[in-house]
């Protein structure tokens, strides 16, 4: 039987899940806004056996800059001391695919820097993306999302500056890993930034 330890780290959530053959044993997940350097390595202890696991998935972004690094930190950490396959997946996409009663699409967008949203539109049933990720303004985003309904915690700055449709307010859960294609989840464990650096290297 192979076990998966899922951990997402890339926004306020601090998220693990432990599954057993595509089954959930066990999770633990908060909204921390901040801390996940100190939260993570816990929440994994408190999962059975320590969270031990064949294989590790892990949130690559986009989202916080921070965030997105201590949790791909610890995931290749574990994986190198476990002898574990790590792969990665994108908040946007665990997002998208929880979304509940909605029929055709839908447009996830998360607060990202300097004031700007990460924004991708997705089709669903089945899940697929219909644009590629974008950090833009509320203004600029509400020029080109059409979906009536907007998941994630920058839907209610969407929905506000578009002026109609439905915000669902939302961060990734790892146990929510189970709902993705297996292609959505088998993208390499490196950082998904969503945007340029803010400081650049001097020549």
Not at 55 to 82: H, K
Not at 120 to 140: D, G, I, N, V, Y
Request: hydrophobic residues 50%.
């Amino acid at each position: 039987m192979a076990r998966l330890l899922a951990i997402e780290t890339a926004t306020a959530a601090c998220s693990v899940a432990l599954l057993e053959d595509g089954a959930l044993i066990a999770e633990r997940h908060e909204i921390v806004g901040r801390g996940h350097a100190e939260r993570l390595v816990p929440m994994i202890a408190e999962l059975p056996g320590n969270g031990r696991a064949d294989a590790i998935l892990v949130d690559c972004g986009p989202g916080s800059f921070t965030g997105v690094r201590v949790g791909l930190a610890a995931a290749r950490a574990l994986g190198l001391g476990w002898g574990a396959d790590v792969r990665g997946f994108s908040s946007l996409a665990v997002i998208a695919a929880a979304a509940t009663q909605t029929p055709d699409a839908i447009a996830v967008a998360i607060a990202g820097g300097h004031g700007e949203l990460f924004v991708q539109r997705f089709a669903l049933h089945p899940l697929r993306a219909l644009t590629e990720l974008a950090s833009l303004t509320p203004e600029a985003a509400a020029t080109i999302v059409t979906e009536a309904v907007i998941s994630g915690s920058g839907a209610a700055a969407l929905i506000a500056t578009r002026g109609w449709g439905e915000a669902r307010e939302a961060w990734p859960r790892a146990a929510d890993v189970t709902l993705l294609s297996k292609e959505a989840t088998a993208l390499p464990p490196r950082p998904i930034y969503g945007r340029a650096p803010d400081a650049t290297p001097q020549p």
